[in-house]
């Protein structure tokens, strides 16, 4: 089953979007909550929490850097947005250890920042819930985010596990489609992404002429 995110935490594009589009769930991180001002974090991811309702996954990211703090700082948003809320944490010398120690532990792990394959499995291996490959930071750095996707994907499927790839860092429509057909299980994009797939001029042309063809006929004001 495929899935798609938001990668947002304003409000009122979450409000909009996750009414209108097929979302499963809310991904944030400093950079994106940097974008809403000085706010109170925990009042506002408790607010994104109430739009996601009970059916949709809200996946925190921590900023501690070392074992010890990330663990501390994983329990803290638990207990304050909620026992179900996804924990981000990147794959890196200090995150993975607090990958494999929360996930043992039965928290819901997001692991991220990944820009290898190596990192995938790792994170795999450790019992994170979802690998988030950042797909066009790493087109930036010149390394192929499909390849890397689909060498997790194998692993993924060789050895049976339940993690699903969360492909992350998108800039446009193409990369979105492209880290599916690489075989991602989900994707995380930000508003302007959907709206641009809706938005070509071609869509609202053809929208355009079928009505004009159908009032040329039956006149303005009428519907099927």
């Known amino acids: 089953m495929y ?8 409000l009122e594009e979450l409000a909009a979007g996750l009414v209108a589009w097929p979302i499963c769930g809310v991904t944030s991180n400093p950079t994106i909550l940097k974008k809403e001002g000085k706010i109170d974090i925990y009042e506002h991811l408790a ?3 109430t739009l996601c309702g009970p059916k949709r996954s809200l996946h925190v990211q921590v900023i501690s850097e070392d074992t010890e703090s990330i663990i501390k700082e994983a329990h803290d948003i638990l207990d304050r947005v909620g026992r179900d809320t996804y924990i981000k944490i990147p794959v890196s010398a200090g ?10 532990e039965g928290v819901n792990i997001t ?6 394959t ?3 499995i790792l994170a795999v291996l450790s019992g994170a819930s979802y690998v988030a490959v950042y797909y066009n930071r790493m087109e930036n750095n010149c390394t192929e985010p499909s390849q890397v996707i689909r060498e997790i994907r194998h692993f993924i499927d060789g050895c ?12 446009n429509v193409a990369q979105v489609t492209s880290a599916y057909a690489a075989g991602a299980h989900s994707s995380t994009v930000g508003c302007n992404v959907i709206k641009s797939a809706l938005g070509m001029a071609s869509i609202d042309g053809a929208v355009h002429d079928f009505k004009k063809d159908f009032e040329d006929v039956w006149g303005e004001g009428h519907t099927l």
């Not at 995110?5 to 304003?10: G, I, K, V, W």
């Not at 692991?111 to 290898?116: E, F, G, K, L, M």
């Open 95 to 104: 995150g993975l250890p607090a990958i494999k120690a929360l996930a043992a």
């Open 118 to 120: 190596m990192q995938g």
């Open 160 to 171: 049976g596990s339940n993690a699903k790839i969360l492909a992350a860092s998108f800039k």
């Open 47 to 49: 607010k994104i929490k």
């Open 3 to 10: 899935e798609m995110m938001l990668d947002t935490a304003n």
């Open 111 to 116: 692991a991220t920042a990944i820009y290898s």
